[in-house]
């Protein structure tokens, strides 16, 4: 049975640093491209961050770039998304995936 179980959030000061941890389960989380995604209140889910498998290759969303960045450890099937100099608009659920497969989610408040 595949499991994300996503970690880290809370409500945070714009400026400040955040670190999302998603551990993963149930499947080989080294044969998998992985990604966080975020919830906005009465927005869509977006695509914040992705990650290879292997590590090699990260893509960002233009909101994050510069901001973010987004690892994994295999050997531990965790991945990670570190958010420096938060913004109010940051704000939203965050939520980890595997192609077909989605975390429940974490929330995330920056305050200014």
């Known amino acids: 049975q595949v499991q994300l179980v996503e970690s880290g959030g809370g409500l945070v000061r714009a400026g400040g640093t955040l670190t999302l941890t998603c551990i993963a389960s149930?499947?080989?989380?080294?044969?998998?491209?992985m990604s966080w995604y975020r919830q906005a209140p009465g927005k869509e889910r977006d695509l914040v961050a992705g990650?290879?498998?292997?590590?090699?290759?990260?893509t960002y969303d233009a909101s994050v770039e510069g901001r973010a960045t987004i690892t994994r450890h295999n050997a531990n099937a965790t991945l990670f998304l570190q958010m420096n100099n938060l913004r109010p608009e940051d704000t939203g659920v965050y939520f980890c995936?595997?192609?077909?497969?989605w975390g429940r989610g974490i929330q995330v408040t920056v305050s200014e």
């Open positions: 995936r595997r192609e077909d497969a």
């Open positions: 149930g499947f080989t989380f080294s044969r998998y491209d």
């Open positions: 990650i290879s498998r292997n590590s090699e290759h990260t």
